[in-house]
Nanobody
Framework: EVQLVESGGGLVQPGGSLRLSCAAS????????MSWVRQAPGKGLEWVST????????DYANSVKDRFTISRDNAKNTLFLQMNSLKPEDTAVYYC???????????RGQGTQVTVSS
């Protein structure tokens, strides 16, 4: 059974940082590109970032470029998202997905809440 479990969310002040993790099980993560997507209150899913299987090619939404960094540890079947210089508009539930940009973003985990507020 494919499982994706996100962690690391929380409440942070504007300008702060968080590091999200996604533990994958039930499949070999190194065989797949992986993505982070987010959903703000009352809005649809928004693609945030994708990393290729090897971890050497990354892509970011313009809204997070130069602030967020996606990475992966294939030996540990784990995906990461380092988020710096957080803004209130980054507030959302963040999901990791075994998917690429523009897909249905399934399967994905249960999400982790990130709230940026003073």
């Amino acid at each position: 059974e494919v499982q994706l479990v996100e962690s690391g969310g929380g409440l942070v002040q504007p300008g702060g940082s968080l590091r999200l993790s996604c533990a994958a099980s039930g499949f070999t993560a190194s065989w797949y590109a992986m993505s982070w997507v987010r959903q703000a209150p009352g809005k649809g899913l928004e693609w945030v970032s994708t990393i290729n299987r090897g971890g050497d090619i990354t892509d970011y939404a313009n809204s997070v470029k130069d602030r967020f960094t996606i990475s992966r540890d294939n030996a540990k079947n784990t995906l990461f998202l380092q988020m710096n210089s957080l803004k209130p508009e980054d507030t959302a539930v963040y999901y990791c997905a075994r998917a690429v940009r523009g897909s249905s973003y399934l399967p994905r985990g249960q999400g982790t809440q990130v709230t940026v507020s003073s």
